[in-house]
């Protein structure tokens, strides 16, 4: 049957028309069939995903869910065993597909059109992405040559329609962390700050103590970090009860599915375990920094998350880069200028850790 061609483009927004994608990453299948190999013997270090495997009782309790049955759209549950995990108050608090979607919520709720966004730049590309879709205009305040917050500059960059501030910690991908006195500059600002937690029990280090002081924050926290929730997509962010009952009102209402509910609950109530699995990772993080160091030419970056950023010398990431994706060995680059000679490594297994190295001390 031959298309009917009405022309149904130009019906779309038209800052959508060719709205530059977010680069997300490619599934293991794709990974692999493009490498010509086995998906068992790809090594997957460019997701920031977890590495042990899911513990069998956060397995059985996403098998049993009653998927017949639409999920709670107030996540009692979800929210109070969140508030027992985060000792901040369950009104404050709301969970998403992922913190993903809370990104986007947050753009529904206060951008306009037009209005601006503050990123600190290189930072998860995220923002940015919500931003040219919401048709915010973003603004980037360049991180030092550290990669540390130029928070004056922020505030210089501010103009009358700018709306969020956006900030991880640590930051996704150079690992570094904002200080309490950066956050409570940015805050002091009186726009809304939004500092990004997806690495915490990597870092121990937050502002949620701050959320019960400031009605102008908003922090957000991942599951699929530290508790290997990746590909069921669970987030939560915590912020004044007003503004999180500002998020149920436009969220869609069931939002967080039965199955990522069960997950989340789950491994709550197997926190002990899991935070155990995160030291590992960070142990991990530590040996294959020093196990980097010995590679003629590459830096690694200090880090407080579950990844390492790379630099290399000027014009090498990109053939090493290329080297371990022909080996099946997959890590993240990034396209803007300032990381064009860095690569992200993900935190793996010991024995991926191994083969990376190897592989690595090959190609530098
Ligand atoms: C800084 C940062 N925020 C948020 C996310 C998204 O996390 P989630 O899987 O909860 O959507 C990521 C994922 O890589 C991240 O690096």
Redesign the pocket.
């Known amino acids: 049957m031959k298309g009917r061609k009405n022309g149904v483009e130009r019906l779309v927004r038209p800052h959508l028309r060719n709205v530059e994608t977010y680069a997300a990453v490619d599934p293991p299948e794709e990974l692999a069939r493009r490498a010509g190999i086995p998906e068992d013997k790809i090594i997957k270090l460019n ?2 995903e977890n590495p042990h495997p899911p513990l069998d009782s956060v397995r059985k309790a996403v098998a049993q869910t009653a998927i017949n049955i639409y999920p709670d759209p107030l996540q009692r549950k979800v929210r109070q065993a969140l508030a027992g995990y985060t000792g901040v108050d369950a009104d404050h608090i709301i969970a998403g ?5 809370l ?1 986007d919520l947050l753009f529904r709720l206060f951008i306009e059109p037009g209005d601006t966004i503050l990123d600190f730049d290189p ?2 590309a ?1 923002y940015a992405f919500c931003a040219r879709v919401a048709d915010g205009k973003l603004k980037l305040v360049p991180r030092n040559e550290t990669f540390d917050l130029d928070v004056e500059a922020a505030k210089k960059a501010i103009d009358p329609r700018t709306k969020i501030i956006f900030l ?1 910690s640590p ?2 991908p150079t690992g570094n962390m904002a200080t309490e006195e950066q956050v409570r500059a940015l805050l002091e600002t009186g726009l809304v700050v939004v500092v ?1 937690e ?2 915490f029990e990597f870092c121990k280090q937050t502002a949620a103590h701050l959320v019960p002081e400031y009605d102008n924050l908003v922090v ?1 926290r ?4 530290w508790a290997g929730l ?1 590909g069921l ?3 939560y962010g915590m912020m004044s009860p007003t503004l999180a009952k500002h998020i149920v009102d436009i969220k869609s209402p069931y939002n967080l599915n039965v199955a990522a509910e069960a997950g989340l609950l789950a491994s709550i109530q197997e926190a002990p375990a899991l935070l155990a699995d995160v030291d590992k990772i960070v142990r991990e993080r530590e040996r294959m920094t020093k196990l980097l160091k010995t590679l003629p030419g590459v830096k690694p970056w200090p880090s407080a998350g579950n990844f390492v950023l790379v630099q290399f010398p000027p014009g090498k990431a990109q053939t090493v880069f290329h080297g371990l994706a022909q080996q099946g060995i997959f890590v993240r680059k990034f396209g803007s200028d300032r990381l064009r000679d860095c690569f992200r490594i993900s935190v793996g297994t010991p024995a991926q850790t191994d083969a990376l190295i190897a592989a690595m001390r090959e190609l530098v």
């Open positions: 997701g920031n597909a992922g913190s993903d979607e990104i930072t998860f995220m991880s930051n996704n990004d997806a690495y957000l991942s599951m699929s970090k990746a997509r669970v987030g």
